[in-house]
């Protein structure tokens, strides 16, 4: 099993600023991509941005030029650099895992409980 903790969320005013970072442990499991979803209220669970192992990165095309993901591979964290907010950016922000499990090559992926992003005047 891998394990996701995240931290940071809350709310902030239009324009402003917030960080996620999210810590993964698991034994015999390597972490190959890590990212964050959000799902407002009454829509999908949507992709924000993802990072390989290798560094490659992947942005939805709303947070483009706005948030920076990063991550750390010795010690499994990914964060989300979250900037320019917009209300539309308001929703449950997850952390997500895809990892392989070191004996079998079995990929599994993995949710973190996810944390509140509002962004309100």
């Known amino acids: 099993q891998v394990q996701l903790v995240e931290s940071g969320g809350g709310l902030v005013q239009p324009g402003g600023s917030l960080a996620l970072s999210c810590a993964a442990s698991?034994?015999?499991?390597?972490?190959?991509?890590m990212g964050w979803y959000r799902q407002a209220p009454g829509k999908q669970r949507e992709l924000v941005a993802a990072i390989s192992s290798e560094g490659s990165t992947n942005y939805a095309d709303s947070v483009k030029g706005r948030f920076t993901i990063s991550r750390d591979n010795a010690k499994n964290t990914v964060a989300l650099q979250m900037n320019s907010l917009k209300p539309e950016d308001t929703a449950v922000y997850y952390c997500?895992?895809?990892?392989?499990?070191?004996?079998?090559?079995?990929?599994?992926?993995?949710w973190g409980q996810g944390t509140q992003v509002t962004v309100s005047s």
């Open positions: 698991g034994k015999m499991f390597k972490i190959k991509v």
């Open positions: 997500n895992a895809l990892a392989m499990r070191i004996i079998t090559g079995y990929e599994y992926d993995y």
